[in-house]
């Protein structure tokens, strides 16, 4: 049966493993709101994790027929993908005496300090992974969209500099329309539009002249979302051990222009959608404490999520807009 973390956590038996599920999923809005299909057995002594699925890629069409006449026919196109599961996490080492000085207070700081480094590797991963880089994870939604027929602006310089200013109207609503025209390519409206910290700040002042914006207090965690037209604003961020943003803002020449550009992605979320995969039967978050009850000076604490991965069942339930000249 299909679940997220939420659910996850009902299942979990053990309070510390409740507590690192709500770790993962309170600061981090793709494992809040992502559903996994728990549906691959470990085949072969645990030796093969792959989970098999059938990628839509053109959408069905129809038409008038003159009457003693026969439609054309016309089909679908769809192409068969494989992901293997993977898993994500890591580890840290603590001295006993360490743990003795503080209590359990260096473990706690630790064990969150790792979890917030797999938030931030597995957001990475969903737009940057590539496994001909990284044979050890996945494939995001960078590689998956690239030359797809959700992939807008690729060879154009879109200029959002001066949205956020008021002074251009006219820049305003074309940048408006720009991102509605861009929206509009996905098979349905779609649960997040995701960015970095430049995007999503004139993605919020257009939504803001639009009429469009609106700010609300999750109900799990407390956290605020940020919506256009109802969809999820969401800065995704930094990557793991670095201050560098999962979506880059890069210093580049598009169709001669110079400038700084970023990407933003929409996705929309769903089992025929976007979506992640994970275990049968397997827990979602797993954890290790250091046990200082045994022999032996320094003790090895781990947290891992999966083996999991994600996949794009519809090349049209995601989008990327590329080439934003942000700055």
Known sequence: MPVTLAQAKLNATDDIDTQVIDEFAKNNFLLQTLTFDDVVNQAGAGATMTYGYTRLITQADAAFRAINSEYTPAEVTKQRYTVDLKPLGGSFQIDRVLNRIAAAAETTLQMQQKIKATNAKFNDAVINGDTAVDANGFDGLSKSLTASSTEYGATLSTDWRGVTIGADLGKANDA??????????????????????????????LARRAGYFDRSTSADFGSQVETYRGIALVDLGTKAGSNNPV???????????????????????????????????????Q?????????????????????????????????????????
């Open 176 to 205: 408006l329309d720009a991102l509605d025209a861009w929206l509009a390519m996905l098979d349905g409206t779609p649960d997040a539009i995701l960015g970095n910290i430049d995007s999503i700040a004139r993605i919020r002042s």
């Open 287 to 327: 954890t290790w404490l250091p046990d200082f009850t045994t022999s032996g000076a320094v003790k090895t604490g781990e947290v891992e999520l999966g083996p999991a991965a994600v996949v794009l069942k519809a090349t049209k339930s995601a989008a990327v807009f590329r080439n934003l000249l942000v700055r």
């Open 247 to 285: 979506i880059p803002t890069t210093s580049k020449t598009v169709a001669t222009v110079a400038g700084n550009y970023t990407d933003i992605y929409a996705i929309r979320f769903g089992l025929d959608g976007f979506h992640g995969v994970s275990m049968s039967g397997a827990p979602l978050v």
